[in-house]
Structure formats: C-alpha cells, structure tokens
C-alpha cells in the first residue's frame, strides 16, 4: 500500500479463497482500494523501523457468506525508502480471527474441559467442548452464558488480565495484542469440564 499521512493506495492485494485456502490470487486493479482518514494506517505510518502494529477489525466485507462479518486480525509495519528514509508504503497481513482460532482448537478436540476464545468483551468467536467438538459462533453468544463471573471480568472497567475460580475450575486470560489499544484484547476462558 502507498501511503500518505491521512490516505492511502493498495498497490497489490492478494487474496485467500474463504472456503478453499489453498487457492490465492492477486485482486484486479479495479478492485484495489483507496483510504483516507484510517486511524489505523495513520497509526502504523508513524511507527519506527522493526515495529510492528497489530489490532483487531470488523470485516468490511459486505458478503452474505457466513466469513464476511467475521473480526479479522491485522498485522502491519511500515516500509521505509532506502534513500531517503520516509516512509512510503505499508505491509499489511490480514486473517480471519475466528478461522485461526478453529485452527488452534482443532487440536486440543478430546479434551475435558470447555475452551473459549472471544474478543474482548466475551462475545465467543470459537468453541471446544468435549462430546461437541470445536464449533464458531454464527450469533452473539457471551461467555458469561457459561460462566457467569466472566461477565464482571469482561467489564470494560476491569483491568485485571487474568481471571481464577478455583471451585469451578475456569482460568480465563485477557490477552492484548497492542498493549495500548483495549479494542485488541482476545479472551481465553478453560472451564474443567463436569
């Protein structure tokens, strides 16, 4: 992406097919676009050689397919010209938050405990659960459904990262990608299963 401060043109976007990974290609220039205003890309302009800005989005994606609104994890660093030493494009690496998530409890099926992994205000994007398996949420379901103290965890007044109860066996994890921005906190909650 080339960049200005307070604007910015895809040069090059390439894409992972939703329901087929193994299948990428390169977006055509009619669809590459054009941003002004992003807090975001402003943010990941200003930052220093080797830094790198992470965070959490909605999808923009207007699809009726069950990926289109799914939360996205971004991660970017801004490129530097050799000559000069501006900054004069961004990297960025974009990926659905909930497909990653599946992935990583994909291998922990057959456990005996319930394993959830939300955003940052308990909304569950992923589930394992022994006997049902690994399932993503397709409707706002809160964590707090199943525990029920993770509601006052979850709270965006608490800054606690780490949530115990040990007579009911939960271990919950507030996790920030970017130590600065609230918004980029990813929840893990463990309940022993009963």
Known sequence: MSVELGSGQEIVRVERHTTDPSFIRRVPKSRLAQRKGDAFFDTVHAL???????????????????NGTRPRLLGAVPVFDDAKGNV???????????????????????????????????QIWVSSRPGRGVKAETATVNVATFVPKAAEFFNSDNTEPTLVI??????????RLNSFDPASSVGIILRLAD
Do not use: C, M, W, Y
Not at 48 to 61: H, K
Not at 94 to 108: C, F, G, K, M, Q
Not at 166 to 175: F, H, K, L, Q, Y
């Open 166 to 175: 040990p007579e009911s066996g939960v271990i919950a994890n507030r996790i």
């Open 48 to 66: 220093n050689p080797g830094e790198v800005r992470l965070a959490i989005a909605d999808s923009e994606a207007k699809s009726t397919d069950q």
């Open 88 to 122: 004069f494009g961004l990297v960025v690496v974009e990926t659905d938050a909930v497909a990653e998530a599946e992935r990583i409890l994909d291998r922990h099926v057959g456990g005996q405990a319930d394993i959830f992994i939300t955003d940052g205000h308990g």
